[in-house]
Protein backbone atom coordinates (compact mmCIF):
# COMPACT_ATOMS: atom_id res chain seq x y z
CA UNK A 1 0.00 0.00 0.00
CA UNK A 2 1.02 3.81 -0.59
CA UNK A 3 2.45 5.89 1.96
CA UNK A 4 -0.57 7.85 2.46
CA UNK A 5 -2.86 8.61 5.18
CA UNK A 6 -6.10 10.35 6.03
CA UNK A 7 -7.53 11.37 9.32
CA UNK A 8 -10.09 10.38 10.89
CA UNK A 9 -11.44 7.06 9.35
CA UNK A 10 -15.10 7.56 10.02
CA UNK A 11 -16.66 10.76 11.49
CA UNK A 12 -19.92 11.36 12.18
CA UNK A 13 -20.47 14.81 13.63
CA UNK A 14 -23.76 17.34 14.33
CA UNK A 15 -24.52 19.99 11.74
CA UNK A 16 -23.38 23.26 12.06
CA UNK A 17 -19.77 21.93 13.40
CA UNK A 18 -16.31 22.87 11.95
CA UNK A 19 -14.20 19.84 10.75
CA UNK A 20 -10.67 19.38 9.30
CA UNK A 21 -10.08 16.19 7.22
CA UNK A 22 -6.50 15.05 7.18
CA UNK A 23 -4.33 14.25 4.46
CA UNK A 24 -0.52 13.45 4.39
CA UNK A 25 1.55 11.65 2.55
CA UNK A 26 5.75 10.57 3.00
CA UNK A 27 6.57 10.21 -0.63
CA UNK A 28 7.63 14.07 -1.47
CA UNK A 29 4.90 14.07 -4.04
CA UNK A 30 4.20 17.39 -5.22
CA UNK A 31 0.63 17.19 -6.65
CA UNK A 32 -2.57 16.18 -4.49
CA UNK A 33 -6.25 15.57 -5.02
CA UNK A 34 -9.10 15.54 -2.67
CA UNK A 35 -12.05 13.37 -4.49
CA UNK A 36 -15.43 12.87 -3.12
CA UNK A 37 -17.46 9.42 -3.57
CA UNK A 38 -20.94 8.57 -2.91
CA UNK A 39 -21.11 5.30 -1.51
CA UNK A 40 -21.10 2.80 -4.84
CA UNK A 41 -20.63 6.09 -7.00
CA UNK A 42 -17.84 7.25 -8.84
CA UNK A 43 -15.17 9.64 -7.81
CA UNK A 44 -15.50 13.06 -8.10
CA UNK A 45 -13.02 15.57 -8.10
CA UNK A 46 -13.34 18.57 -5.67
CA UNK A 47 -9.82 20.06 -5.27
CA UNK A 48 -5.95 19.77 -6.18
CA UNK A 49 -2.89 21.30 -5.74
CA UNK A 50 0.37 21.49 -8.38
CA UNK A 51 2.56 22.25 -4.96
CA UNK A 52 2.87 24.25 -1.94
CA UNK A 53 1.21 27.76 -1.92
CA UNK A 54 -1.05 26.33 -4.73
CA UNK A 55 -4.80 24.84 -4.49
CA UNK A 56 -7.39 24.59 -7.41
CA UNK A 57 -11.21 23.88 -7.35
CA UNK A 58 -11.77 20.40 -9.35
CA UNK A 59 -14.70 19.48 -11.21
CA UNK A 60 -17.64 19.07 -8.64
CA UNK A 61 -18.03 22.18 -6.91
CA UNK A 62 -17.81 22.26 -2.88
CA UNK A 63 -17.89 23.84 0.32
CA UNK A 64 -14.67 22.69 1.44
CA UNK A 65 -11.55 24.57 1.61
CA UNK A 66 -7.94 23.17 1.27
CA UNK A 67 -4.37 24.74 1.66
CA UNK A 68 -1.21 23.45 0.72
CA UNK A 69 1.23 25.19 3.29
CA UNK A 70 3.78 21.76 3.63
CA UNK A 71 4.62 19.46 0.48
CA UNK A 72 3.50 16.32 2.74
CA UNK A 73 0.35 17.83 4.32
CA UNK A 74 -3.48 18.31 1.90
CA UNK A 75 -6.06 18.92 4.50
CA UNK A 76 -9.52 19.98 3.90
CA UNK A 77 -11.61 21.92 6.05
CA UNK A 78 -15.52 22.31 6.10
CA UNK A 79 -16.75 25.38 8.15
CA UNK A 80 -20.18 24.54 8.90
CA UNK A 81 -21.00 21.24 8.02
CA UNK A 82 -24.35 19.70 6.82
CA UNK A 83 -25.92 16.73 6.20
CA UNK A 84 -25.28 17.36 2.79
CA UNK A 85 -21.94 17.11 3.13
CA UNK A 86 -21.91 13.45 4.14
CA UNK A 87 -19.89 10.99 1.76
CA UNK A 88 -16.68 9.41 1.29
CA UNK A 89 -13.37 11.27 1.02
CA UNK A 90 -10.47 10.44 -0.59
CA UNK A 91 -7.18 11.72 -0.75
CA UNK A 92 -4.46 11.13 -3.43
CA UNK A 93 -1.19 12.51 -4.86
CA UNK A 94 1.10 11.97 -7.50
CA UNK A 95 4.66 12.57 -9.08
CA UNK A 96 5.64 14.63 -12.52
CA UNK A 97 7.55 11.76 -13.69
CA UNK A 98 8.87 14.18 -16.84
CA UNK A 99 8.11 13.66 -20.55
CA UNK A 100 5.31 11.05 -21.76
CA UNK A 101 5.21 9.32 -18.41
CA UNK A 102 1.81 9.24 -16.96
CA UNK A 103 1.02 10.52 -13.21
CA UNK A 104 -0.04 7.17 -11.52
CA UNK A 105 -2.26 8.64 -8.59
CA UNK A 106 -1.84 6.89 -5.02
CA UNK A 107 -5.10 7.07 -3.11
CA UNK A 108 -5.66 7.42 0.94
CA UNK A 109 -7.96 4.76 3.01
CA UNK A 110 -10.32 7.91 2.97
CA UNK A 111 -12.35 9.39 5.48
CA UNK A 112 -16.24 8.49 5.73
CA UNK A 113 -18.10 11.77 6.97
CA UNK A 114 -21.84 12.12 8.71
CA UNK A 115 -23.37 14.75 9.31
CA UNK A 116 -26.78 14.79 11.19
CA UNK B 1 -14.24 17.73 -21.45
CA UNK B 2 -13.73 14.07 -21.27
CA UNK B 3 -16.07 11.23 -20.20
CA UNK B 4 -15.88 8.04 -19.34
CA UNK B 5 -18.69 5.19 -18.90
CA UNK B 6 -19.41 1.74 -17.32
CA UNK B 7 -21.91 0.78 -18.92
CA UNK B 8 -21.98 -2.06 -16.25
CA UNK B 9 -23.05 -1.49 -12.92
CA UNK B 10 -22.67 -4.98 -11.10
CA UNK B 11 -21.23 -8.42 -12.58
CA UNK B 12 -20.21 -11.79 -10.91
CA UNK B 13 -17.99 -14.67 -12.09
CA UNK B 14 -17.40 -18.21 -10.60
CA UNK B 15 -13.49 -18.03 -9.00
CA UNK B 16 -11.24 -19.56 -11.31
CA UNK B 17 -13.11 -18.36 -14.73
CA UNK B 18 -12.72 -15.48 -17.17
CA UNK B 19 -15.03 -12.09 -16.70
CA UNK B 20 -14.59 -8.32 -18.99
CA UNK B 21 -15.45 -5.26 -17.84
CA UNK B 22 -16.57 -2.64 -20.09
CA UNK B 23 -15.19 1.02 -19.92
CA UNK B 24 -16.04 3.55 -22.95
CA UNK B 25 -14.83 6.84 -23.18
CA UNK B 26 -15.11 10.27 -24.94
CA UNK B 27 -12.24 12.71 -25.47
CA UNK B 28 -11.03 14.87 -28.38
CA UNK B 29 -7.32 14.00 -27.77
CA UNK B 30 -4.93 12.05 -29.21
CA UNK B 31 -2.46 12.03 -25.76
CA UNK B 32 -4.08 10.28 -22.82
CA UNK B 33 -3.47 7.44 -20.30
CA UNK B 34 -6.04 4.53 -19.46
CA UNK B 35 -6.07 3.30 -16.20
CA UNK B 36 -8.33 0.42 -14.11
CA UNK B 37 -8.49 1.12 -9.90
CA UNK B 38 -9.86 -1.32 -7.83
CA UNK B 39 -11.45 -0.12 -4.86
CA UNK B 40 -11.88 -3.55 -2.27
CA UNK B 41 -14.55 -3.15 0.27
CA UNK B 42 -13.26 -1.22 2.85
CA UNK B 43 -10.15 -0.91 1.67
CA UNK B 44 -8.03 1.71 -0.42
CA UNK B 45 -8.20 2.27 -3.96
CA UNK B 46 -5.47 0.52 -5.44
CA UNK B 47 -4.17 0.63 -9.41
CA UNK B 48 -4.50 -2.57 -11.11
CA UNK B 49 -3.29 -1.82 -14.82
CA UNK B 50 -2.40 1.41 -16.81
CA UNK B 51 -2.22 2.03 -21.01
CA UNK B 52 -0.76 4.68 -22.46
CA UNK B 53 -3.22 5.90 -25.93
CA UNK B 54 0.12 6.02 -27.33
CA UNK B 55 1.13 2.56 -27.34
CA UNK B 56 -0.98 0.05 -29.46
CA UNK B 57 -0.02 -2.94 -27.57
CA UNK B 58 -2.32 -4.08 -24.72
CA UNK B 59 -1.19 -3.93 -21.17
CA UNK B 60 -0.65 -7.30 -19.26
CA UNK B 61 -0.47 -7.18 -15.49
CA UNK B 62 -0.50 -11.04 -14.17
CA UNK B 63 -4.10 -12.11 -14.63
CA UNK B 64 -5.15 -8.68 -15.95
CA UNK B 65 -4.64 -7.44 -19.48
CA UNK B 66 -6.47 -4.31 -21.25
CA UNK B 67 -8.47 -4.36 -24.78
CA UNK B 68 -8.01 -1.00 -26.09
CA UNK B 69 -9.13 0.14 -29.19
CA UNK B 70 -8.32 3.12 -29.69
CA UNK B 71 -10.84 4.22 -32.62
CA UNK B 72 -13.52 2.80 -30.90
CA UNK B 73 -12.65 4.79 -27.52
CA UNK B 74 -12.87 1.40 -25.98
CA UNK B 75 -10.49 0.32 -22.53
CA UNK B 76 -12.17 -3.15 -21.63
CA UNK B 77 -10.45 -4.92 -18.73
CA UNK B 78 -10.17 -9.00 -18.53
CA UNK B 79 -9.53 -10.91 -15.51
CA UNK B 80 -8.35 -14.27 -16.08
CA UNK B 81 -8.58 -17.28 -13.10
CA UNK B 82 -10.79 -14.87 -10.84
CA UNK B 83 -10.17 -15.06 -7.22
CA UNK B 84 -12.49 -14.48 -4.64
CA UNK B 85 -10.10 -11.47 -3.44
CA UNK B 86 -10.72 -9.60 -6.83
CA UNK B 87 -14.10 -8.59 -5.35
CA UNK B 88 -14.29 -5.16 -5.37
CA UNK B 89 -15.63 -2.39 -6.95
CA UNK B 90 -13.66 -1.59 -10.12
CA UNK B 91 -13.36 1.90 -12.08
CA UNK B 92 -12.03 2.83 -15.08
CA UNK B 93 -10.28 6.56 -15.66
CA UNK B 94 -9.01 8.38 -18.31
CA UNK B 95 -6.14 10.93 -17.87
CA UNK B 96 -5.44 13.35 -20.50
CA UNK B 97 -1.50 13.92 -21.45
CA UNK B 98 -2.29 17.28 -23.17
CA UNK B 99 -2.97 19.24 -20.19
CA UNK B 100 -1.17 19.83 -16.84
CA UNK B 101 -2.23 18.58 -13.22
CA UNK B 102 -2.46 14.74 -14.42
CA UNK B 103 -6.57 15.07 -13.01
CA UNK B 104 -8.51 11.64 -13.50
CA UNK B 105 -11.98 11.45 -14.71
CA UNK B 106 -13.55 8.13 -13.67
CA UNK B 107 -16.49 5.91 -14.85
CA UNK B 108 -19.79 5.38 -12.95
CA UNK B 109 -17.65 1.96 -11.44
CA UNK B 110 -18.55 -1.46 -11.95
CA UNK B 111 -19.10 -3.93 -8.47
CA UNK B 112 -17.55 -7.31 -9.63
CA UNK B 113 -18.16 -10.25 -7.12
CA UNK B 114 -16.61 -13.24 -7.72
CA UNK B 115 -18.33 -16.33 -6.24
CA UNK B 116 -16.71 -19.55 -4.75
Known amino acids: EADIYQTPRYLVIGTGKKITLECSQT?????MYWYQQDPGMELHLIHYSYGVNSTEKGDLSSESTVSRIRTEHFPLTLESARPSHTSQYLCASSEYLGGPSYNEQFFGPGTRLTVL | AQTVTQSQPEMSVQEAETVTLSCTYDTSENNYYLFWYKQPPSRQMILVIRQEAYKQQNATENRFSVNFQKAAKSFSLKISDSQLGDTAMYFCAFMSGETSGSRLTFGEGTQLTVNP
Open chain 1, 27 to 31: MGHDK
